[in-house]
């Protein structure tokens, strides 16, 4: 686990940092990477961080490589998004249970799309609220790390 994590994310990082990426570029662009890798709607995260890459000239290396760290937390943050989602839009909240499952598969699958698209909409509200945050936090902790590593003072 630690060499898989060295060798996609730490040392993609170190390159491009050896690249002559400014601190503040490169910090902006992993916490969007960070923060969009965790958003509940599955497979659009790798577009959105292209688009906002090339739209607002991030490195989409950095972006890239952040996001894709954060495949494994994109499912493990899904259900709390969802449950801050039901608080916010004051929905009941949706029985995830192996007996809930099977009562929707037995409803048709017009349901089960029905009741994950809701489900999906509610997490995506809670992401959106909780994004801006997020991305404003980690660029303000990534941004002196990475130019005290830009500087030579952290291994």
Known sequence: MRRMIRDRCIEPMRRLLRQGVSARELALSVALGLVIGNIP??????????????????????????????????????????????????????????????ALLAAGPGHVTAALGVATLQATLAWLVVAPVAVFALYRLLTPVLARAIAGKVA
């Open 41 to 102: 709607v599955l497979g659009v995260s790798t577009v959105l961080c292209v688009a906002i890459a090339v739209r607002y000239r991030l490195n989409l290396a950095a972006i890239q490589v952040a996001q894709a760290a954060m495949a494994p937390t994109q499912w493990l943050l899904w259900l709390p998004f969802l449950r801050l989602g039901e608080w916010l839009t004051r929905s009941p909240r949706l029985p995830l249970t192996v007996s809930a499952g099977r």
